[in-house]
């Protein structure tokens, strides 16, 4: 390997919904440090932050039957039986939900939990109040999608948080998707819940980092009443 091969290896690509962010930070600080010198060094590191929040690094994702990866890096910080949102149209008993939440230092490209062709893309308006507040998932601006393989239905739901103001979503009902594939983003801190069959057992627990495209959440193929076991779609 050569060393310039060495060198570009070690640099992590940036996804590119963040050019546009990365040109107006660089712009800013070019134009505002020529008036005012200590700015310019300021606007530099913030323009290295926006680099990093928009990060977008490879990803090996695990291909068993059934798994459930973590479609976001952060934290979890909720596990347990909840009502998905009506929008996502899977019913109003409880599913078992597990939140990540990603703060503005988290890798903020989402994944697809699970391979299956998408149901349904269902984006609601709301507010921006705190990601790690249960009742963000009620309240917030948020866009859902239903993953769905046989007769099993995941959901998946971009949250809104307190800083960010722009949810992404590549994907459109009808398309296919494999476990790991990008399916969106969030620019600024938020929170991704993930929706599955009442009897799914949880192989996180509250606190624990997760990363998208990596951790397995779960495993469906163990699940009561969970249908047919998920596979991947090549």
């Known amino acids: 390997m050569s060393l310039v091969d ?31 010198e200590p700015l310019f060094w300021i606007g530099l590191f913030l323009t290295g932050w926006v680099c990093y929040f928009f990060r977008d690094p490879q ?12 479609p976001a890096d952060g934290i979890v910080s909720q596990v347990g039986p909840c009502r998905p949102p009506a929008e996502l149209d899977l019913g109003a008993e409880p599913m078992m939900r597990i939140s990540v939440f990603m703060n503005v230092f988290n890798c903020h490209v989402n994944r697809a939990p699970v391979s299956g062709r998408i149901a349904r893309v269902a984006y609601k308006p709301g507010k921006f109040i705190n990601a790690e507040l249960d009742k963000a998932s009620e309240d917030n601006e948020r866009n859902g999608l239903v993953i769905e393989h046989g007769d099993v239905r995941i959901g998946v739901v971009q949250i809104a948080g307190l800083v960010a103001r722009r ?12 476990a790991g594939e990008r399916f969106g983003l969030i620019r600024f801190g938020s929170r991704l819940d993930i ?40």
């Open 6 to 36: 060495s060198v570009t290896k070690a640099f992590v690509p940036i996804h590119r919904e963040g050019w546009p962010f990365i040109a107006i930070a660089l712009a800013a600080t070019l134009i505002i440090g020529w008036f005012v």
């Open 59 to 70: 990803r090996v994702t695990p291909v068993q039957d059934g798994l459930v990866i973590s």
């Open 167 to 178: 949810i992404v979503c590549f994907v459109r009902e009808g398309e296919t998707i494999n």
């Open 195 to 234: 929706y599955m069959p009442m009897g799914t057992v949880p192989k996180v627990a509250l606190g624990q980092t997760m990363i998208a495209g990596e951790t397995v959440l779960a495993d469906l193929s163990a699940a009561p009443g969970s249908g047919q076991p998920l596979t991947r779609v090549n």
